[in-house]
């Protein structure tokens, strides 16, 4: 779309939010005699700190031109979701600033159930860090995620740099590795101030060389999706189409499905029910 139309559609975008909120759900009285549904523009200037006349150019999607600042305030103040605060940004024409920290990530009983269901094939959940938040019962059999080592145990990359079954069992480990580092980057890129992401990648160079110089190449993030090849301990040489979804509304948190072909699929049932017996 053009300026012109991506003015409107941010216009439109601000009216409906504004629309689907009751003064309740901001911590304002409900009031009497509401003529329209929703918070009144008066309301989410206040909220946001921002002139009324200014607010009410935005929604009509004048050529005005929202600094970053103003459309934290906004985002903040009409409570919208991350996807919704990334579509808030992309419609304003502005890149997303950094976060400053991680929140506590979460993992919905909707997303727990849709994993188990997805065996045999292996799929897992990684957050904003890379961290391991869900997985199903293939995915731990191909990646023996549950019991991994500290200090970072339950960290992807952590894994792919210092576990050497990880290593071992990648057909081609060092390119794989490269677009996962460029990848990575990527993510620490949206959390500068996140200490818990500095520790990870001090620990990453004093423990893996391979990452100390991959980290230093600035290699453009490339697709982690497509064919896979990995050996398995048990299972042998296992061949995979994999699969990166985002969620809506956390677009930082990320599930991976790996879609075996029939063969490994097959193998994949055999394995899981010989260890269900023991």
């Known amino acids: 779309m053009n300026d012109h139309e991506r003015r409107l559609a941010l216009g439109d975008f601000l009216r409906n939010r504004r629309a689907s909120l009751s003064p309740p759900e901001v911590g304002l009285p409900p009031g009497h005699r509401r003529r329209t549904q929703g918070l009144r523009r008066e309301e989410v200037a206040v909220i946001a700190n921002i002139g009324l006349s200014w607010y ?31 579509h808030l940004f992309l ?38 860090k890379w961290d391991f938040l869900a997985w199903n019962q293939a995915a731990d059999a191909l990646f023996t995620i549950t019991g991994s080592p500290l200090p970072h145990g339950y960290n992807l990359m952590w894994r792919q740099f210092t576990d050497p079954m990880w290593r071992e069992g990648s057909e081609d480990w060092n390119s794989v590795s490269k677009k996962m580092v460029a990848e990575f980057r990527t993510s620490r890129a949206r959390y500068l101030s996140d200490a818990s992401f500095d520790r990870l990648i001090k620990d990453l160079k004093k423990a893996s060389p391979d990452f ?3 980290w230093q190449q600035h290699e453009v993030s490339r697709s982690l999706d497509g064919y896979k090849k990995l050996l398995h301990p ?28 029939p063969a490994a699929k097959s193998q994949l049932e055999r394995y899981l029910a010989d260890i269900q017996t023991f």
């Open 234 to 261: 048990d299972m042998g040489a296992v061949e995979f189409e994999q699969i990166t979804l985002q969620f809506p509304n956390e677009p930082d948190q990320r599930i991976m499905i790996y879609m075996p072909d």
């Open 91 to 128: 419609l304003a024409g502005e890149s997303l600033p950094p976060q400053s920290t991680i929140a506590e990530e979460k993992i919905g009983d909707s997303v727990l159930d849709m994993l188990d269901k997805l065996n045999p094939n292996p799929a897992y959940v990684i957050g904003k």
């Open 212 to 214: 100390a110089t991959m």
């Open 56 to 86: 009410t150019r935005l929604e009509q999607g004048r050529d005005i031109h929202p600094s970053v600042a103003v459309l934290e305030s906004l985002a903040s103040a009409l409570r919208l979701t991350a996807n919704e605060r990334r």
